[in-house]
């Protein structure tokens, strides 16, 4: 126990560490005071002096110094500021320190801190270790007080201390990357951490140097660093837990997080270890899925808010102790001290960074010499070595006669590094180009600000159509809203040439696919955050996603697989491999069940004997009781005591194993060794009679050494009869596996549904990524492919655990439909349909469902191949036509590699998967353009889909009647429901014509979401909305038949199969388009086309929707959307499901 943590030693101290002590009654009654005028006074000068923090700080030391003066003279201002000077420097250290490395910590990206952490710990080790020697070298030669050589290096050790927090405050307002940040943040973080051990060393055993080189100490430094860790892991997990829970609110976390933070320090440092070390760990260990969504900021402004009162208060209070000692020690000398241990400082921060440049060069590509120069300007000093100052005094061997000069030397030192270091590590961080914008990143922004641009302009145009605001100064309205952003000019690359030669120096593709790789990874963690947020994704899950996004983030042309994702969360194989282990070593007594005895009732007794369940038991009761002469055997005193006790059950104990394993031979015969553990019972028998043998011969002859030695080692292996217990234990294991295998599996398939939503999300985003053509094909081809192998490896999941998929399925359901009903409900309180009362009581009905999943049961029995009708979306639910195919259907059962459909044969029905998957091969979709139209394919490359549960194959072809225009091939075991074409078009005839338009409306939709997702993104184009609203329909055109479309009142009109022409210009539209707003009449061009005509809604309805309400914006962006999608339809990639 650190026992320094709860009192002062005696001897240790002085009373007081500096200043006079009280010869009048102390009261503590206006040290408060002090406190808040100090925090009042802190605050009206950082909101008066917003831009330096180092000028507000030392008004604060002044006004401290000169506080502490006046308390030298005067004992009215003595007693206001005496209980600081009784106060003990460890409990300073305790009150203010924690929040703020706390702070520090969980600024820190984990995940960046991991990729870099051997570089980042060496660099503080050596950091620590340069800083020690050679500051202290130059304190002891230039100082010209009496300090002892464990002064110097203790003062060395907190001169030495870089702030985690002012070494990157002016980083961060340049646009500087993070990872850079997170470095010098991480080893900051570091050496407090060494600092903090080495000071508590010293503080719990009042060592001297010397002892140093004693074993035990070292032995102790290791195990407080690991003690610590250990500890603030398993503390950011009770914080996790405790966070998570969805009753609580904002101020119950905040009170937590803050309280949490100061039980975990106190009570490590109760323990005898480092609390900074586990205040690290458990800042680390913390990340924005921790906390409910918006929880994070929250705390983060409580974070700084407490974070800048406790270093005012802090840098006060220390001018304040200053200033109580004696003036006399200060001289021209002080101020020539002062400026060498600045310039001491710098240099030896120089040092270091020379000494591991070579080193960091090697292990990371990162790292350059101009990363090296802003690292050499980030040595500042700040709250933590102030804090450690004055225990420099007190663990020093010698008194001094004027300890606040550890604090004048440390806090004058502070100020110089916080004032003059940050104006250079800026300045050299800008010149030298570590903050310049790349060019993909310029060209993401102006991509950006032209996006808001137009929605602002759609939103203008929208407003002045309404009549209350047909008065209103539009001009004035467009000026003051239009964006002037630029770049600047020291931020912008090339931006000292002209626009000519910015041209030639624009970059290449690679150069771009770079930049454009790291914004989709932000993309895609956005997704999964959000994801999570939405309850779609678990925080395991997301956590997981998360972080190998950042792992794989820092390879150059490296864009993350769902391969890459199974390797970072390390697969289950080892479960499986030790599940099947456990299984082939599983007695099984049903296996044994293979022998006929006859009319013999000797032998039928014993095969009932042998097989029965009591007399299974019985032997491994008769086994567990002899644990305990087993123990007395080992003991070498107790044997001796009970020789003749221990050898009658040793006798009785064979003669059991004897009648048992005869028994056993008896009913099995041969049989009996077919079997492992059978084998190695009978073993065991052997060796104990061999063992009984043994013994016999000792009595006979005990002058024999080697007979008695060779009993003894006989006698151990007695404890070979307890294995056949492990029997009993293997059955729970491999339950216990099998929960974990599927607790795996659903955590797979969540990672895996995740990962495909977020290239979904991603591709949606990548026309604001970059604009030139060739990056937007490449990166939509690697989406894309990202997607397909992901899309296979959640139908190999499926197969694998079906009970597992739905049951989390279920699961996920339930969730959406709850957070569905959680935001009607925030809806209606927010617009005063029902109280808060009333909505309080609700919400905590809907939490309890959302909080009762989490006893969800692990596996839920797939459903009958009925019930998937269900599934059927242009079924509709519908029980009449449920039940008519349900008569029809029947089940198909395919083995891995068959063909279920050839391209080019003709349907024979469609297929309902129900389990397993499969995949499609195609050439090209004709989307039933005539040849003669048809534009010519420069590549005949095979197109590819993967089809899994749910999914059906076969539907245009049957409508069509035509050639089935792909092969499709079991990837798996898999079973359908096959309802036959002529079953089908019976569908069609009983209940015309709605069910065959429903079929067309499903299949519209589908192809408008495939290929226009972008455009479709505001769009509720569900299917049943569709069909009850008539919100979007299907309509039918024939070669020659015209269709007029009416601007007015259909938003878009959507080519989906087949083709047509404007009427006017003579323009072919060719499947899938979206047709241009200038076109007013179409004619079919094909034997069949079909248009969905998705309308407009009400403009009462339309005014919130301004970024999509104008209809003019989807013609250009689809448009150049779609010319790259018929590119592709040229070269070929991938296959698109239903075609």
Not at 81 to 88: H, K
Not at 254 to 259: A, E, G, R, T
Request: one cysteine or more; hydrophobic letters at 45%.
């Amino acid at each position: 126990m650190n026992s320094s943590f709860w009192i002062q030693r005696e001897g240790t101290r002085p009373d007081l560490l500096c200043g006079r002590s009280a010869d009048y009654p102390v009261l503590e009654t206006h040290f408060i005071m002090l406190v808040f005028s100090t925090i009042v006074f802190g605050g009206f000068l950082k909101a008066s002096i917003k831009n330096s923090q180092v000028l507000v700080l030392t008004i604060l030391s002044l006004s401290g110094f000169v506080l502490g003066q006046l308390a030298y003279n005067f004992i009215e201002i003595h007693k206001i500021v005496y209980p600081l000077l009784r106060t003990p420097s460890f409990s300073l250290y305790c009150y203010f320190l924690p929040l703020i490395i706390f702070m520090a910590a969980l600024d820190v990206d984990f995940y960046i801190l991991k990729n870099v952490f051997w570089q980042v710990l060496l660099t503080g080790i050596i950091s620590f270790c340069t800083t020690s020697i050679l500051i202290g070298y130059v304190v002891l030669e230039f100082n010209k007080e009496s300090w002892d050589l464990q002064s110097c290096l203790l003062f060395s050790i907190t001169l030495g201390v870089t702030d985690p927090l002012h070494s990157v405050n002016s980083l961060k307002n340049i646009g500087i990357s993070k990872m850079y940040i997170d470095i010098i943040k991480g080893e900051s973080l570091i050496i407090c951490g060494i600092t903090s051990i080495f000071f508590g060393i010293f503080r719990s055993n009042t060592i001297h140097i010397s002892m140093f080189r004693e074993l035990h100490v070292v032995v102790s430094l290791c195990l407080d660093i690991c003690g610590s860790i250990v500890c603030g892991y398993w503390c950011a997990r009770v914080i996790q837990f405790i966070l998570a829970d969805l009753f609580s609110n904002t101020l119950t976390n905040v009170i937590l997080c803050f309280s949490l933070a100061y039980l975990t320090f106190y009570i490590v440092e109760f323990l005898g270890m480092s609390g900074i070390v586990a205040l690290t760990t458990v800042g680390l260990n913390l990340d924005s899925l921790s906390f409910k969504p918006g929880m994070e900021f929250v705390i983060t402004k409580f974070l700084i808010m407490f974070s800048s009162v406790f270093e005012h208060l802090i840098y006060t209070f220390f001018g304040i102790v200053i200033g109580c000692g004696e003036i006399k020690y200060f001289s021209l000398h002080t101020l020539s001290f002062m400026l060498i241990l600045f310039a001491t400082v710098n240099l030896v921060r120089l040092l270091t960074v020379m000494l591991v440049s070579p080193i960091l060069m090697q292990l990371s590509y990162e790292y350059n010499w101009k990363w090296g120069m802003v690292i050499a300007w980030s040595g500042i000093k700040g709250v933590f070595s102030l804090l450690l100052a004055p225990d420099v005094h007190n663990l020093a061997e010698q008194t001094i006669e004027s300890p606040q000069m550890f604090v004048l030397y440390v806090q004058v030192v502070s100020l110089l590094t916080i004032g003059i270091n940050s104006h250079p590590m800026t300045e050299s961080a800008r010149t030298l180009g570590l903050c310049v914008i790349s060019l993909p990143r310029q060209m993401a922004m102006q991509n950006a600000i032209q996006h808001i641009q137009e929605i602002i302009q759609n939103t203008v145009t929208l407003f002045k159509t309404e009549k209350m605001l047909t008065n209103v100064n539009w001009t004035l309205v467009e000026e003051k809203a239009m964006i002037e952003y630029t770049i600047p000019s020291d931020a912008a690359q090339f931006s000292h040439v002209s626009h000519d030669e910015k041209e030639e120096e624009s970059p290449t593709d690679e150069v771009l696919i770079e930049g454009a790789r790291l914004h989709v990874a932000i993309i895609q963690m956005s997704s999964f955050e959000k994801q999570c947020n939405d309850g779609i994704l678990s925080v395991e899950a997301a956590r997981i996603l998360i972080g190998a996004t950042k792992s794989y983030c820092h390879i150059q042309g490296k864009f993350m697989t769902i391969y890459d994702v199974s390797t970072y969360a390390r697969a289950r194989s080892w479960l499986i491999k030790f599940k099947n282990m456990l299984t082939f070593f599983n007695y099984s007594k049903e296996e044994a069940y293979y022998f006929l005895c006859g009319n013999n009732k000797f032998m039928n007794i014993a095969y009932k004997i042998v097989f029965s369940e009591e007399f299974e038991y019985t032997g491994h009761i008769i086994t567990l009781m002899y644990i305990y002469p087993m123990i007395i055997h080992l003991w070498p005193m107790a044997r001796k005591l009970n020789g003749p006790a221990l050898m009658a059950i040793n006798y009785y104990y064979v003669f059991l194993y004897i009648l048992e394993i005869a028994l056993k031979i008896i009913v099995l015969k041969r049989k009996y060794f077919q079997r492992y553990w059978n084998v190695l019972e009978f073993f065991i028998l052997v060796i104990g009679i061999v063992d009984i043998f043994c013994i016999y011969f000792v009595r006979l002859r005990p002058d024999n050494l080697a007979l008695i030695q060779s009993t003894v080692i006989i006698g151990y292996f007695r404890m070979m009869r307890f294995i056949p217990v492990i029997k009993i234990i293997i059955p729970i294991l491999i339950n216990a596996v099998d929960v974990q295998i599927k607790k795996r599996l659903s955590l797979m398939y969540c990672i895996t549904k995740g990962y495909v939503k977020s290239q979904e999300d991603t591709k949606l985003l990548i026309k604001q990524i970059s604009s030139r053509e060739s990056i937007y094909q490449k990166l939509y081809e690697i989406l894309e492919t990202n997607k397909r192998d992901a899309v296979k490896e959640l139908g190999l999941i499926e197969h694998e655990g079906r009970d597992v998929v739905v049951a989390l399925k279920t699961k996920q359901a339930i969730q959406s439909v709850i957070a569905k009903a959680l935001k009607h409900l925030t809806f209606l309180w927010s617009r005063g349909i029902i109280d808060k009362h009333e909505g309080v009581e609700i919400n905590k009905v809907l939490l309890t469902k959302i909080k009762s999943l989490n006893n969800f049961p692990m596996a839920i029995p797939p459903p009958t191949p009925d019930k998937y009708l269900h599934n059927i979306v242009w079924l509709e639910n519908k029980h009449v036509l449920i039940e008519f195919f349900k008569e029809k259907a029947k089940l198909a059962y395919f083995d891995y590699g068959d063909i279920i459909c050839k391209e080019g044969e003709m349907p024979q029905g469609i297929y309902l998967i129900i389990s397993g998957m499969a995949i499609l091969h195609s050439s090209p979709p004709t989307f039933g353009i005539d040849s003669s139209i048809m534009p010519k394919r420069e590549s005949q490359s095979m197109f590819t889909e993967y089809c899994t549960c749910g999914d059906i194959i076969g539907e245009l072809s049957c409508l069509l009647k035509r050639e089935i225009e792909y092969t499709a091939i079991c990837e798996t075991i898999l079973q359908a429901c096959f309802i036959s074409l002529e079953d089908l078009y019976e569908g069609f005839d009983v209940f015309w014509p709605s069910l065959e338009y429903k079929i067309w409306l499903k299949l519209a939709l589908s192809t408008a979401y495939q290929y226009f997702e972008s455009s479709l993104v505001d769009e509720d184009l569900k299917f049943q909305k569709c069909v009850t609203l008539n919100h979007a329909y299907v309509e039918t055109l024939s070669s020659y038949n015209e269709m007029i479309i009416d601007n007015m009142n259909m938003k878009f009109v959507i080519i989906v199969y087949g083709s047509v022409i404007d009427t006017k210009t003579r323009k072919p539209y060719l499947a899938p388009y979206i047709i241009p707003k200038t076109c007013e009449q179409v004619q079919g061009t094909s034997d069949l086309s079909k248009l969905l005509i998705i309308l407009a809604s009400e403009p009462s309805t339309n005014i919130n929707n301004s970024a999509t309400a104008i209809a003019t914006e989807r013609s250009g962006t689809t448009k150049t959307e779609y010319n790259w999608k018929k590119s592709k339809l040229k070269i070929g990639s991938h296959f698109r499901k239903g075609y």
